[in-house]
């Protein structure tokens, strides 16, 4: 497969899941906070900046509710907002239409007419979110069932995958240190769209540890870290194999992402759920940095070097878009 459509297929799949997550965590935290304290209720409002990776980002930092919610869900310029993590995810099927089904196209397209026409509605924030995550859902599940799964397909689940563990992370990060009117385990679970799940699992009582423990360890769920790393590895799998059998530049190692992923999603495998308590911190700051090696990996390995497009700044170890 040429390198531009790898590349393209894998920022549709993180675009897609980018959306879809940010779609999920503003109107979880819009529903949960009690009425009339949406504007000041600042711990809240610095808990989802910080869930979104966008801390030190000068307009967002300080902003007033409305100025945010305007930010990461219409503002059509930037790539880390609702609008515009879909318009870039169209921009991509576009550039790679001989790769994908129609229906697939049809669905990104579709949705990337509707966004002028469902912002100016008027129908408020939840309406819009909530059509949102519903087309992200459609554009899913066409990518799953009609979508041959061959490596194309198996660069847009990497990139699905490892968007959605990155915002997963980051969710249990900002629920760990988040004191308000918002209840944060609470926020955390419905947030990665896992409420009725949790509470088959669990009954309708959440705390800190089995809340954790879900969003983190849950084999079944398919937002929990380890699930997605799991997804991550198997697809990174298919790549490394189909990569072998093809001559490729000998200064790139199509197995590296692979290890990444792998001795992390092992050593997660085996926690248990005290040991999750004792080192949450540190454990957070080790995944976010291997969804960004991982991510630096598959780029070195697959796809042609040039800028890379970036979304959110985690730090030194690298820049996720």
């Not at 679970?189 to 983190?216: D, K, M, N």
Request: glycine share 8%; aromatic share 6%.
């Amino acid at each position: 497969m040429l390198s531009r459509i790898a590349e393209s297929l894998y920022w549709l799949g993180r675009h897609v899941e980018r959306a879809d997550c940010t779609a999920r965590i503003l109107d979880t935290y819009l529903h949960l906070l009690p009425t009339g304290s949406w504007a000041t209720d600042h711990q809240v409002i610095r808990s989802l900046v910080d869930s979104m990776g966008l801390s030190g980002d000068d307009e967002v930092e300080g902003a007033d509710s409305g100025k945010l919610i305007r930010t990461l869900v219409f503002d059509t310029e930037r790539a880390s907002s609702v609008s515009g993590a879909l318009i870039a995810a169209r921009d991509n099927a576009r550039g790679v239409r001989d790769a994908l089904p129609l229906d697939v196209w049809e669905c990104l397209n579709v949705t990337w007419h509707g966004l002028r026409s469902r912002a100016a509605t008027g129908g408020g924030p939840h309406t819009y979110l909530r059509w949102v995550s519903e087309r992200c859902a459609i554009a899913a599940g066409l990518t799953d069932q009609v979508m041959s799964h061959d490596e194309g397909w198996h660069f847009l689940a990497v990139g699905r995958a490892l968007e959605r563990a990155d915002m997963t992370i980051r969710l249990i990060a900002a629920a760990d240190s988040q004191t308000g009117s918002v209840p944060p385990w609470r926020a955390l679970v419905s947030a990665c769209g896992g409420w009725e799940p949790y509470v088959r699992e669990h009954g309708g009582s959440i705390g800190q540890r089995t809340a954790i423990e879900f969003a983190l360890l849950d084999r079944k769920f398919p937002r929990s870290v380890l699930r997605c790393l799991t997804a991550a590895e198997a697809s990174l799998a298919e790549l490394e194999a189909a990569g072998s059998m093809q001559q490729r530049d000998p200064r790139r190692d199509p197995s590296s992402a692979r290890r990444i992923v792998g001795r992390t999603r092992t050593g997660l495998d085996y926690r248990t759920g005290t040991e999750l308590s004792s080192d949450l911190p540190n454990l957070l700051s080790n995944l976010q940095r291997t969804v960004a090696s991982a991510h630096v990996a598959v780029s070195n390995s697959f796809f042609r070097r040039g800028d890379e497009v970036t979304w959110a700044n985690i730090g030194s170890e690298g820049v996720l878009a």
